[in-house]
T-cell receptor, first 114, second 117 residues
Framework: DQQVKQNSPSLSVQEGRISILNCDYTNSMFDYFLWYKKYPAEGPTFLIS?????DKNEDGRFTVFLNKSAKHLSLHIVPSQPGDSAVYFC?????????????FGKGTRLSVIA | GAVVSQHPSWVICKSGTSVKIECRSLDFQATTMFWYRQFPKQSLMLMATSNEGSKATYEQGVEKDKFLINHASLTLSTLTVTSAHPEDSSFYIC?????????????FGPGTRLTVL
């Protein structure tokens, strides 16, 4: 049973346009969400996070939106740049999860076309 | 801050040999580290959770006698692939959480590419 789902395995966007990556979750205990970016042959790097007490968090070109009632979050990148081409993983954790690992989605490969 | 290193970054070995991969948290202490593997064009697969001073917790389907994990200190965890076979060829990534806190972030190492001939 996948608790964090990224239903789009890939996405292509023109340079300068907005990229929207989506993520859905099923576990209502999740209250902290993160996005990671991964280039080939490298480890994932933390990008941005959001707590369930917020519905939006912005950091430069990256904004994460959280819709708790729909159990849905999205990552917006605007404007998209060729260097943003990577695999993006959505992850989630619950407040009392202790030392359990983050639950990751399967990732969405973003290609930004110049 | 929060840098995780892995060594080696890549290794090629013959079938039947054992390979040790080190994961270090360079500027923070990590009571818990996680080991993942990633096949080409696939998602991260959690292999095990490594706890400092205690036995690792393995995910279903991961052979604990084949993938030996030791977490001897708050800054070092090792993964040893014993009697490696070509099907063990993969990209292995470790991750660490801050000890005593850290709301949720896991910091990842750069990964180790293992090729078994």
């Amino acid at each position: 049973d996948q608790q964090v789902k990224q239903n789009s395995p890939s996405l292509s966007v023109q340079e300068g346009r907005i990229s929207i990556l989506n993520c859905d979750y099923t576990n209502s205990m999740f209250d902290y969400f993160l996005w990671y970016k991964k280039y080939p042959a490298e480890g994932p790097t933390f990008l941005i996070s959001i707590s369930s007490i917020k519905d939006k968090n912005e950091d430069g070109r990256f904004t994460v939106f959280l819709n708790k009632s729909a159990k849905h979050l999205s990552l917006h990148i605007v404007p998209s740049q060729p260097g943003d081409s990577a695999v993006y993983f959505c992850a989630a954790s619950a407040r009392n999860s202790g030392n359990t690992p983050l639950v990751f989605g399967k990732g969405t490969r973003l290609s930004v076309i110049a | 801050g929060a840098v995780v290193s892995q060594h080696p970054s890549w290794v090629i070995c013959k079938s039947g040999t054992s390979v040790k991969i080190e994961c270090r948290s360079l500027d923070f202490q990590a009571t818990t580290m996680f080991w993942y593997r990633q096949f080409p064009k696939q998602s991260l697969m959690l292999m095990a959770t490594s706890n400092e001073g205690s036995k690792a917790t393995y995910e279903q389907g991961v052979e604990k006698d084949k993938f030996l994990i030791n977490h001897a200190s708050l800054t070092l965890s090792t993964l040893t692939v014993t009697s490696a076979h070509p099907e063990d060829s993969s990209f292995y990534i470790c991750s660490a959480r801050l000890a005593g806190g850290g709301r949720g972030e896991q910091f990842f190492g750069p990964g180790t590419r293992l090729t078994v001939l």
